[in-house]
């Protein structure tokens, strides 16, 4: 079974500790500060006060054991960098480091992260794309006629049943999930009422898809 | 054509601006702060200093006649709060913000945030489901047995064409994009050569496609 450990219980680490729980997994927190791992005691499977820039405590935790440590440390840089080096040359297989800029991020790749993550930045591309059509979040043609999109509920179907919304009503359109805040449900109950930003992801024949939004 | 503006231009609202421009739109790029109104100058149609918070601001440069306005104040919790509740009592159609937590998320809808976004929370949620499977970021099952899956780039087909990966070897499956960063590849040009973390969107026979993955 795989171990993860997250380093820094910031809003980005702390959710992702959560997610990493809730999907089953093991997930040891890890912090500085004593009243961050305190919120995150139920959040996890362990989350332990330390100081993870150093050496002693990397090897007395046997962080370098983990197969994929997350160092989440936000605002100080030099602390990021050091636990990132740290970590790396104890020999820690997969080290993902949150970048708080494109200089930190050049760093970090320099001295071995092997995934930089920016959650500023992909989110302010991803918000752009739904600010530019507000009733479709994404769409994929999938070649032999068929096409895959992500609908945004506005105002206008709010309230309604997933089976009631116009993308539910063709035998030639399917509804594979939908997302809600940033929960994917799967296998959707199709009773659920729908709220404003809700998504449906909805495959089926190309033309008929863009039909069904061109009409939302 | 729409009109879009964007108040605060820390990582998220400046790469919000950077893909507005990008895809062709018009944004108006607003701070508080001369410094990041300097950089964020060629990545906007305009870029103004000003306090959004105070309504005389808000009047003066006529957001209320935006079509979407994002608030992208982020430490400052009051600031944004109030700057919410102006453009909102101003009648500002639609005003999407960024929340620092739980409270204050829950503070911006009571008085009227439209949408509100949490870059880190999203991206913890988003990380955590990458951890748990590193060859693929997502597996949607489409129905007549059709799926489609994001595959990640590692170690081992680091430097091949796209054509040369094993998921583009099958005329049962497609290559629809790669997504490389945050930016997607529509229509890819298939002799890219693949880098660590890059994502091929592929689609298909959903047999052909877990057999697929499972070799990877
Ligand atoms: N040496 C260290 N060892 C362990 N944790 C540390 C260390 N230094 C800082 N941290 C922790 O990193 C955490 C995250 O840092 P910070 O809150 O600055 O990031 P952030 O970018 O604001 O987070 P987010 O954006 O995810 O909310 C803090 O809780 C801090 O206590
Ligand atoms: N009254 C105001 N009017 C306009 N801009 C403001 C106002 N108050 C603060 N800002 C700006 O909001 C911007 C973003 O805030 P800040 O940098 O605290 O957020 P952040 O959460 O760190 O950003 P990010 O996470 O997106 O990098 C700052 O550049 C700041 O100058």
């Known amino acids: 079974k795989k171990q993860f450990a997250v380093i820094g219980l910031g809003r980005f680490g702390l959710a992702l500790c959560e997610e990493l729980m809730e ?18 005691a139920d959040k996890a499977s362990h989350a332990i006060i330390a100081d993870c820039s150093s050496e002693d405590t990397v090897a007395e935790l046997k962080l370098d054991e983990y197969d994929i440590v997350v160092v989440a440390i936000g605002d100080d840089i030099n602390t990021s960098i050091l636990t990132t080096l740290v970590l790396k040359e104890m020999g820690t297989k997969t080290v993902w480091v ?25 989110m ?11 009733r479709v979040f994404d769409f994929l043609a999938l070649g032999s ?11 206008k179907h709010l309230g309604e ?32 009422s729908l709220e404003i930003g809700d998504i449906l992801i ?5 033309e008929v898809l863009k039909e069904k939004i061109r009409l939302l």
Chains 1, 2 share one sequence.
């Open 145 to 155: 006629g068929l096409a895959i999109a992500e609908v945004v509920i506005g105002g």
């Open 23 to 40: 999907q089953g997994a093991q997930v040891l927190a890890l912090d500085i500060d004593e009243q961050r791992v305190k919120l995150a």
């Open 98 to 122: 949150k970048a708080k800029n494109k200089f930190h991020a050049k760093i970090l790749y320099k001295i071995g992260a092997d995934r930089i993550i920016s959650p500023e930045r992909d």
């Open 124 to 134: 302010g591309i991803r918000i752009a794309r739904s600010m530019l059509d507000r």
């Open 202 to 206: 909805v495959a089926g024949e190309e």
């Open 161 to 192: 049943r997933i089976d009631e919304h116009p993308c539910a009503k063709s035998n030639k359109l399917k509804i594979l999930a939908y997302k809600r805040g940033a929960t994917i449900y799967d296998q959707p109950d199709l009773s659920v």
